[in-house]
């Protein structure tokens, strides 16, 4: 199966994400392949999420497009940075394969706090440069739709990509 990104439009008033609806709900698709990770409470987290995310990506997507696992690197990489950041615990990552063209990475942690987001302007309050906090803006703009749910841990974020089988 060879994957790759399917275009996007984008909303252009779209300038704060606030998530968008999933392609499927969970209950009604079971996934093609499923597979999860609990990553270590440490800095090491993220680039092994990365790392973790390529290696199943090559697996499900025999020659697949590098952009697909590209991207999912990327915003695996914002969300598992935002959990340890942000969040409590250890993050657990769970990628899921629906229906063969969706791609869906969910990144839980054991935090109950909703998650926060901020604007488009790369300048805080002050007129200062701001060089954080743009995790979940990358998410939006590069994800088909993304999202948080709670769960009996804490809360998970997720995002879905479409692909091509």
């Avoid at 497009?65 to 615990?89: F, W």
Wanted: hydrophobic fraction near 40%.
């Amino acid at each position: 199966m060879m994957c790759s990104l399917v275009p996007l439009s984008r909303r252009p008033d779209d300038d704060v994400p606030h998530g968008r609806p999933p392609a499927t709900a969970d209950a009604d698709v079971p996934p093609v392949h499923r597979s999860c990770w609990a990553l270590p409470a440490d800095a090491s987290s993220t680039c092994l999420a990365r790392r973790f995310v390529r290696a199943e990506l090559g697996d499900w997507c025999a020659d697949g497009d590098r952009e697909v696992t590209e991207v999912a690197e990327l915003l695996v990489s914002e969300l598992v940075a935002n959990a340890m950041r942000h969040g409590r615990g250890a993050p657990l990552l769970t990628l899921l394969l629906l229906r063969d063209d969706i791609l869906r990475c969910e990144v839980e942690d054991e935090a109950r706090v909703p998650v926060r987001t901020r604007g488009t302007s790369p300048h805080d309050q002050t007129g200062h440069c701001d060089e954080g906090g743009r995790g979940l803006l990358i998410v939006d703009t590069l994800s088909r739709a993304w999202g948080v749910r709670p769960t009996p841990r804490g809360k998970a974020v997720w995002f879905e990509l479409p692909v091509y089988p």
